[in-house]
């Protein structure tokens, strides 16, 4: 935490530019923990997808606070608009019924951060026309962490302790005995509710006999705790909790070690209950909160694990129940359902659900790429393309809906951007619930895309091809020159705004002041240790000129080594350099 003037610490209070890294910390932290969430999901349903529902949850949300702040450039956003956009977006992509109460959560801090219980710093701020005032308290964190609690209970229609809904309260009461700025509200609570999810063995059945701590709470503390860091400038190291006076499996067992990562968890031994309801039904509605009432009644004689939360006229509604069209005729009698879910819980697969009827093709490549140019080439190459905008990737539903559109039985996946390695998990954990077999291989760039292409032949053997592509992406180095748009240090040494960057597998290596000499260091430093291909994707800015220069550059002092160029069209980078 940074000093005041005379040795003071300065209070870590919540600013919109606080929330907006929450949320992006709150991402990455459920990216690196989905498969683990995933593989501790036993209740309600052992389906195996709770660590993948609340990654979307939150991407839906991060996405929302973006928009907000892209809306209001060069300026920023108000704190109550960051919060409700934040809530809202949650609201809006919530999956699941771990996504769905997060997304409660989030709405009811948003309701006292945003001012909406008249209380808190923002709404004086805003009296006062002072942006830089634009804050709360820990008093404030520690009235909407606790309101974020009791909406999520008062959301669920049977609320069972050692659940997602137990480890909320105990972040809660942690913070009301913390005292000091949101920093320290905010750590309060994470250890709570670390504290609480270690119980939750001990207060649910289910959760004992596998010997794991809930899934929902697990992913609660990784949110809780990205909140931590964002208010202190750091990245919090989630800490595993081991079961307390509980079976313990492998899998927790190395969880009581201290590493986050944990082995998937058999859960063979805890099939679904006979005769539970065989479909979830989850639907976003519009309608007053007289119907919604009237829908909540309904819904409960329907089915289980039901969740409705929302408010202000839209609402997202979640059931287990047998007849899945009675549950979507109750939300048309109480308004407009609308964005329609239905999952099947089938046996082997806990989301099975029905197929086109057109005949699938054996297999295709999903590739995310930059510039129409580039769009073209993989296009040429059979693969179904994601076009990136520079300055806004993929969403995990584009990449999803691209899956889709590949329409075949086995989908490779090529993200091209070592950004979007969690986004892509996320995408192939999605399509993987509707059946379609997904390999992720985690090229960084769209040139090792490109060499994985390269080697594809779809009539060999699904892993044997996984495996030659996968093989081909490693093998093949990866540059791009791009433009400094600040002053800052890099590993090779100061830049200044303007100067062209010359970087290898995502650092900078080279600073200079013209593109085809920077592109030639960065080319001799790659093929310093060999090479037999350079592949050139040039940015609609640079002239062909240049690449001409750069092809007799290596013709002239590589023997043997070839070059081929691409025209990338509009994309983010000058220039993506490859050497395989």
Known sequence: MPDGQGGEQVPQNLDAVAVRAWSRLALDALGRAREEIDSINVYPVADGDTGTNLYLTVESASQAVDAVFTGHEPSRPSLAETVRAMAHGALIGARGNSGTILSQLLRGMAQVIGGAEGEGDVLEAERAGGREADHVDGRTLERALRRAAESAYQAVAHPVEGTVLTVATAAADAAAAAEGDCEAVARAAYEGARAALEATPGQLAVLGR?????????????????????????????????????????????????????????????????????????????????????????????????????????????????????????????????????????????????????????????????????????????????????????????????????????????????????????????????????????????????????????????????????????????????????????????????????????????????????????LDRMLSAGGEMVTLVLGESVPDTVAEHLEKHVREAYLAVDTVVYRGGRQSALMLIGVE
């Open 210 to 522: 596998a010997g794991v701590v809930d899934a929902g709470g697990r992913g609660l503390v990784a949110v809780l705790g990205a909140l931590v860091g964002a208010l202190a400038g750091e990245t919090v190291a989630l800490r595993g909790a081991a079961p307390k006076g509980a079976a313990v499996s492998r899998s927790a067992a190395s969880r009581s070690s201290g590493h986050a990562r944990v082995e998937p968890v058999e859960c063979d031994d805890l099939p679904m209950e006979e005769g539970g309801p065989a479909f979830e039904v989850i639907y976003l509605l519009e309608a007053e909160d007289t119907a919604v009432a009237r829908l909540r009644s309904r819904l409960d004689r329907l089915g289980d694990s039901l969740v409705v939360v929302g408010g202000d006229g839209l609402w997202n509604v979640h059931v287990h129940v047998d007849d899945a069209g009675a549950a979507v005729e109750a939300g048309v009698e109480a308004g407009r359902p609308h964005r329609i879910r239905i999952t099947h819980f089938g046996v082997g697969d806990a989301h099975t659900t029905a197929q086109p009827p057109r005949e699938r093709a054996q297999r295709a490549i999903v590739a995310v790429v930059p510039g129409e140019g580039l769009a073209g080439l993989y296009a040429e190459a059979g693969a179904t393309t994601v076009p990136t905008r520079v300055g806004e990737p993929p969403a995990s539903g584009e990449l999803v809906d691209a899956i889709r559109r590949a329409h075949a039985r086995e989908v490779v996946l090529l993200p091209n951007d070592a950004e979007l390695r969690h986004t892509a998990a996320a995408a192939a954990a999605q399509a993987r619930t509707e059946g379609v077999r997904v390999a992720l291989i985690p090229t960084r760039s769209a040139v090792q895309g490109i060499a994985a292409l390269a080697v594809h032949e779809p009539d060999r053997g699904f892993d044997e091809d996984v495996v030659a592509m996968t093989s081909a992406a490693g093998a093949t180095r990866y540059g791009e020159l791009s433009v400094a748009e600040r002053q800052s240090w890099t590993m090779a040494g100061i830049c200044q705004t303007g100067d062209v960057l010359g970087l290898i597998d995502g650092d900078v290596a080279v600073i200079g002041s013209e593109v085809a000499r920077t592109a030639a260091g960065v």
